[in-house]
């Protein structure tokens, strides 16, 4: 079983920054490409970013230029830069694993899930 815990969530102004991070467990992250996923109150998860095993990486057209995903397999975690947060950048952030033989990653097939952080974009 792989266990992955976010942290790194919070309340923030418009136009500030964070650094969510996923870190893993139980095994490790060599073999999985890693998505971002955010769920706002009354809306569906979307996929926000993801990065694959050797580093090929998607953004969501809403965070590009604002958010950047990157990965180090020594400490087994995954961070997401976000800059320049927007209000409706509000949301549940929550990281999930995906078993990969190459170097894609998607947006759908989750073998694993975190429970989420929250960010809060509020003035």
């Known amino acids: 079983q792989l266990q992955l815990v976010e942290s790194g969530g919070g309340l923030v102004q418009p136009g500030g920054s964070l650094r969510l991070s996923c870190v893993a467990s139980g095994r490790t992250l060599d073999y999985y490409a890693i998505t971002w996923f955010r769920q706002a109150p009354g809306k569906e998860r979307e996929g926000v970013s993801c990065?694959?095993?050797?580093?090929?990486?998607k953004y969501e057209d809403s965070v590009k230029g604002r958010f950047t995903i990157s990965r180090d397999n020594a400490k087994n975690t995954v961070y997401l830069q976000m800059n320049n947060l927007k209000p409706e950048d509000t949301a549940t952030y929550y990281c999930?694993?995906?078993?990969?033989?190459?170097?894609?990653?998607?947006?759908?097939?989750?073998?694993?899930w975190g429970k989420g952080t929250l960010v809060t974009v509020s003035s």
């Open positions: 999930a694993a995906q078993f990969m033989v190459g170097d894609g990653c998607a947006y759908a097939g989750m073998n694993y």
């Open positions: 990065i694959g095993r050797r580093g090929g990486i």
